[in-house]
């Protein structure tokens, strides 16, 4: 299972991006997926969890109310909306998908990693 992140880039304070993650293979169904991100000289943190069952969401206390976590209707990719932005959030990026489906066998847990987007909002 390859995950392929895009979206990062610079920005400035209280501008917004869009990170997306997609999952190889059309038939593959998110179940359970996160967004991570490693600011610099820090250890890597949760910054949002998503669980289809029920839609349920989990986000940071830092980005709540900024941030969005959600999947694609085609459920193989996930995406992360960052509304205003701050320097703070400046970091790279990385999705993980913690179980899925493939046609009508389903996986999990599973520990998948995307490759990591640079984010870098300047103030």
């Known amino acids: 299972v390859q995950l392929v992140e895009s979206g990062g880039g610079l920005v400035q304070a209280g501008d917004s991006l869009r990170l997306s993650c997609a999952a190889s293979g059309s038939a593959f169904s998110i179940n359970t997926m996160g967004w991570y991100r490693q600011r610099p000289g820090k250890q890597r943190e949760l910054v949002a969890t998503?669980?289809?069952?029920?839609?349920?969401?989990n986000y940071a206390g830092s980005v709540k109310g900024r941030f969005t976590i959600f999947r694609a209707n085609a459920k193989n990719t996930m995406y992360l909306q960052m509304n205003r932005l701050k320097p703070e959030d400046t970091a790279v990026y990385y999705c993980n998908v913690g179980s899925y489906c493939s046609g009508a066998v389903c996986y999990g847990p599973v520990d998948y990693w995307g490759q990591g987007t640079q984010v870098t909002v300047s103030s």
């Open positions: 998503y669980t289809a069952s029920g839609g349920i969401t």
